[in-house]
């Protein structure tokens, strides 16, 4: 089966602005959405996915990767763009010849990498640091862009925070300081890490299975040692929580225990929690507090994102593995809502289909993959576009 269109949605929703909040911290937020403006996009064909454009929601800015439809109908290089969810102003931060792929964005810093447009695959890519006005040149890799996904959703990860980068090449995990590079560790099969505050973290191949490691004050830790995959770590104050075979794990000073159990999905951090979804429930984990639920009987969860009290995640149906369908649901602690009907990748595709990409800050909700408008379709129709929404503060 060939490769096909794909349909792309980054839905701006806007979360709560705490500051406009009344002072009850369990007052609902309202989703009020409109639509903005429509970029259309096209798939080149097999493969023009691999070096997905990428999507991260920084506060009110919505950032993504997009290649434009030229005149001729045709795909042009991969370009980044960013969206503003308050003035409802877009710009274009690329316009070159080359492929840009986005990795992350935090507090107004862009991490990206560049190479020449329909190169070879696994040609390395030019790795840079947009801060303000100056770019910083992190050299050429070949880096792993795709981080730990499981069916439709790829794992929260987060590259850059507070100066600190970090990214994973085929055979070593590598980290900018602000001065220096680092090679942290040699090792093959790494995932992409998760920084925070100094401390990353990522999943790598001990030469039988994926353990968890941590790097922080200069010295590297093996975490996990045991018989499991153990996939997608994340970090929320000084502890780090992973998925472990089918539970959820946590490191607290040197114990580990399971937390959750019940074939759950990768966990995701944010805003001072964590979150991640089991069998017919999302949890919330802040820690000092106790561990908050939210019952979905039935469902099983994935791609959870959390910003605080925010949460956002997808609950798929299952179908043939060429025509998914789900819903994106956003909660804000008081209230679940419906967003929107989503496709979801192709599973059994010929074709590369990359995973479903959802961001959450503490403005915006950003995803891929929308259902075509016209009655009857299905994810993956004829047309491929952008669509862009965007919501008023809370009341």
């Known amino acids: 089966m060939g490769s096909r269109s794909l349909v792309v949605l980054l839905g701006l929703v806007a979360g709560c602005d705490h500051r406009a909040l009344p002072p009850d911290p369990g007052a609902p937020c309202e989703l009020l959405g409109h639509r903005l403006s429509e970029v259309r996009i096209l798939d080149g064909g097999e493969g023009i996915y691999r070096e997905f454009g990428g999507l991260v929601a920084d506060g009110a800015s919505i950032l993504y990767g997009a290649r434009r439809t030229t005149g001729s109908n045709s795909a042009a290089d991969l370009d980044l763009f960013r969206l503003d969810a308050r003035s409802g102003r877009s710009d274009q931060l690329t316009l070159d010849e080359l492929d840009t792929a986005l990795l992350d964005a935090r507090q107004g810093e862009v991490l990206y990498a560049e190479r020449s447009a329909g190169g070879a695959f696994m040609a390395p890519f030019r790795l840079r640091l947009r801060r303000g006005a100056e770019t910083v040149e992190l050299g050429e890799h070949a880096l792993q862009l795709l981080g730990y996904y499981e069916g439709y959703a790829e794992a929260d990860r987060r590259l850059l925070d507070g100066g600190t980068v970090a990214w994973a090449t085929e055979t070593a995990v590598h980290a900018f300081d602000g001065e220096r590079t680092l090679t942290l560790a040699s090792t093959k099969h790494a995932t992409m890490p998760f920084v925070s505050a100094g401390t990353i973290v990522f999943a790598a191949s001990d030469g039988k299975d994926s353990e968890i490691y941590r790097y922080r004050a200069g010295t590297l830790e093996q975490l996990s040692a045991n018989e499991l995959d153990d996939r997608a770590p994340v970090v929320v104050a000084d502890e780090v929580l992973w998925r472990c075979g089918l539970d959820i794990c946590r490191r607290r000073g040197t114990e580990t225990e399971v937390v959750a159990s019940g074939e759950c999905s990768a966990p995701a951090a944010g805003g001072g929690s964590a979150a991640w979804g089991c069998a017919g429930r999302i949890s919330r984990y802040t820690p000092g507090q106790p561990l908050e639920t939210i019952a979905r009987p039935g469902a099983k969860p994935t791609g959870v994102r959390v910003h605080g009290r925010l949460l956002a995640w997808i609950e798929a149906e299952i179908g043939d593995g060429y025509h998914e369908q789900g819903t994106l ?67």
């Open 329 to 395: 649901y956003f909660s804000d602690g008081a209230r679940t809502q419906e967003v929107a009907r989503v496709g979801l990748p192709c599973l059994y595709c010929d074709a590369y289909w990359p995973p479903l990409q959802l961001s959450l800050s503490d403005e915006a909700l950003a995803w891929t993959y929308a259902i075509p408008s016209a009655p009857g379709a299905t994810p993956g129709g004829t047309e491929a576009y952008v669509q862009i929404i965007a919501e008023s503060a809370c009341r």
